[in-house]
């Protein structure tokens, strides 16, 4: 578990990965019904992180979240303790599924779909409406979508909230 309802996230690092030396690992986890932001490798943004994981989540996702990394935030409405939020600023250096490997993105702007391109060029659209998670291409059985995000940060400010 990582310390306890309430446990303040310590981001981690990787330091085979990114320009910098070190890059920030993240999880992202998908919230479907196109709440969650778009990520894509070579894209420098800032972000918002939970400052505590939601204990939903955590209890939903214990495994994943075993290590501590920090967890993308789908919008501050749903953070029981939006002061203690997170801001990274960066560019995104690699995406990661467990199960399909390497991706260059995950596209969520599309209203009801939510398309993973893998490192190969093959994309797979999800439903994110009506039935979050079942992907259109019948021979795709993912249980879950999420996957792990390097982020190399860089020099810029965080976002003003």
């Known amino acids: 578990m990582r310390g306890g309802p309430g446990a303040r996230i310590m981001p981690i690092m990787d330091s085979s990965i990114g ?3 070190s890059a920030v690992v993240a999880v992202w986890i998908p919230h479907w019904y196109n709440l969650d932001p778009p990520i894509s490798v070579g894209t420098t943004d800032c972000w918002t992180f939970y400052g505590q994981v939601p204990p939903a989540l955590e209890a939903e996702h214990d495994q994943l979240l075993a290590d501590q990394p920090l967890l993308f935030q789908v919008a501050a ?7 203690n939020a997170i801001s990274l600023c960066g560019t995104i250096a690699k995406i990661a599924h467990p199960q399909l490997g390497e991706l260059k993105s995950v596209n969520t702007d599309r209203f009801g779909i939510y398309e993973f391109a893998l490192a190969d060029g093959t994309t797979i659209q999800v439903e994110a409406e009506e039935g979050p998670g079942k992907a259109y291409d019948a021979k795709v059985v993912v249980d879950d979508w999420s996957v792990r995000v390097w982020i190399d940060p ?7 909230t």
Do not use: K, M, T, W
């Open 19 to 21: 320009s910098s030396g």
């Open 77 to 83: 409405a749903f953070d029981e303790n939006p002061e």
């Open 154 to 160: 860089d020099d810029l400010p965080p976002p003003r």
